[in-house]
């Protein structure tokens, strides 16, 4: 609230982000409010990411509790005059085709060790121990360099997904942008351990238990 206050006295423009988890969903239309009342430009509203601490303490969001995110900030962007946006993360059942920031090289991301990673999302993903978002870092080659593998892991990444989508391989859970990368660079494993969760998909995680490689390893 400080820096907002320092914001509002200069009179700089200013977001509110929000992570939504099973256990404030029920407040973000009291973020809006509070948003509103504070003057912010614009209120992100992101779906929490799954991983192994949130999936212990229950914290994931189901999948149709996105969808009904999705319609409800629909509902407050006819309510209220702050702009109220969806984050990337929510599902997208228009197309396979994400346009995010990563995606799209809109932005790069570096991070506090020098590392160009593929995306922000993907950087020290929270108790994961694999690398594989990594491109180089920046100590070690030039930004050129980087950039250019950084090109070629888009364009294998494409492929796959192309590839997958032509043999009807895409889950129902693939509309899932951020959890679609996340099982790509391997992040979320340890789903493995939760067969009974509603992020499990047998297809992806007990092929891999068995040894399975994908593209995100070659």
Known sequence: MQAISVCKVKNLPFAIQMVITSSNRHEIEAMAILGSRLGAKQIFLVPVQPTLQTTHKHLNLLPE????IKQEIRDLQNTYKVSIEPFVGFPNDDSPWVQCNALTMRA???DYRGNLTFC???SEYADSQVNTDII???AEMSLFDAHTK???MINVYQKEKLRRYNNGELTK????PCWYCSKYFKKVDFMKKFPQDAWYEESEFSERS??????SSV
Do not use: R, S, T
């Open 150 to 152: 950084y090109v070629e």
């Open 210 to 215: 068995n040894g399975k490689k994908d593209a």
């Open 173 to 176: 859970l693939d509309a899932f």
């Open 108 to 110: 790069l991301y570096v």
């Open 136 to 138: 180089g870092n920046l």
């Open 120 to 122: 922000c999302q993907l």
């Open 65 to 68: 509790d996105c969808y009904e």
